[in-house]
Every structure is written in C-alpha cells, then in structure tokens.
C-alpha cells in the first residue's frame, strides 16, 4: 500500500513542478517584454514649456510627441517617421488635429508656429482681451503724451 501511494505521490509533485516552472518561465518573459517596451521610451524636456516623449516601436516606427503645459492654442504636436516618411499632427487646445506640413522642425518650433502653421487661431475671447489691452495702452501714451505736451 505504501509503495503504491509513493508511486502515485511522485508523478504528482513532478507534474506540479513542470506546471509551475512554466508560469514563472511566462512570467519572466512578460516582464522582460515590459522592460524591453520601457527602455524604447524617453522622455524629456523641450522649449517653450514642453515636454518631449520619444518612442520607437518594435517594427521601427518612431514617435515623438510634444506637450505643451501652457500654450492656449496647441496642447501636442506628433511627428511620426514609418520608413523614413514624416507626418506631423497637431492637435488644439479643443481636441481638433490637422495635419501640419511644414518645413520647421515642429519639436523646437514654438507652440504659437506650430499653431500658425496648422491654422489653429487665437481664441475669440483672447482676441477681446488683446484689444482692451492694446485700448488701455494707447490710452497710457496719450495720457502720457498730452501730459508731456502740457
């Protein structure tokens, strides 16, 4: 009796073992996967209160995105290079992209070029505010002028 629960008993424990040493072989290899995913990522800063995100992935396609922390017209830019051909997207502060073809390199342009160059325009409100602000200053110099004068 006790030869035949050892017999069973041994292929048992050998079978939990394969089955075991299986999923740790699985999971080594999505993590080396997940590491071999981050290391293709960087990250860093760019003009203009920006910040630069560069990715390649594995069929060579590379990506490199700009954030803008503060720009009111443009919040990315996008250049993508797939077999040496380069499509740069931007995208509004509202959320519409255009294809922007340019000669500039749109990663160091400023967020305002690159927004010229897509045909992002200034919001209407920021237009009004512009206009106050060129109102108030005209009125400083002729205040200041006429005091001169006087």
């Not at 079978?15 to 080396?32: E, R, W, Y």
């Not at 992935?57 to 990315?76: A, L, P, V, W």
Request: glycine share 8%; charged share 25%; aromatic share 2%.
């Amino acid at each position: 009796m006790t030869k035949k629960v050892c017999l069973f008993t041994i292929p048992l424990i050998a079978a939990l073992g394969i089955g075991g040493s299986t999923s740790l072989a699985q999971d080594v290899k999505s993590n080396s996967t997940a590491k071999q995913t981050q290391a293709q990522t960087t990250t860093s800063p760019g003009p203009d209160n920006s910040e630069i995100t560069t990715s390649v992935d594995k069929d060579g396609t590379r990506t490199e995105t700009r954030t803008f922390r503060n720009n009111s017209r443009i919040s990315k830019v996008t250049v993508t290079t797939r077999n040496g051909v380069k499509t740069v997207t931007a995208t509004s502060r509202s959320g519409a992209e255009k294809v922007v073809d340019t000669t500039e390199d749109a990663l160091h342009a400023t967020g305002d070029k690159v927004a010229d160059a897509a045909g992002f325009t200034v919001a209407a409100g920021e237009k009004v505010a512009n206009e106050v602000g060129d109102k108030a200053e005209d009125a400083k110099d002729k205040t200041i002028w006429t005091t001169k004068k006087v």
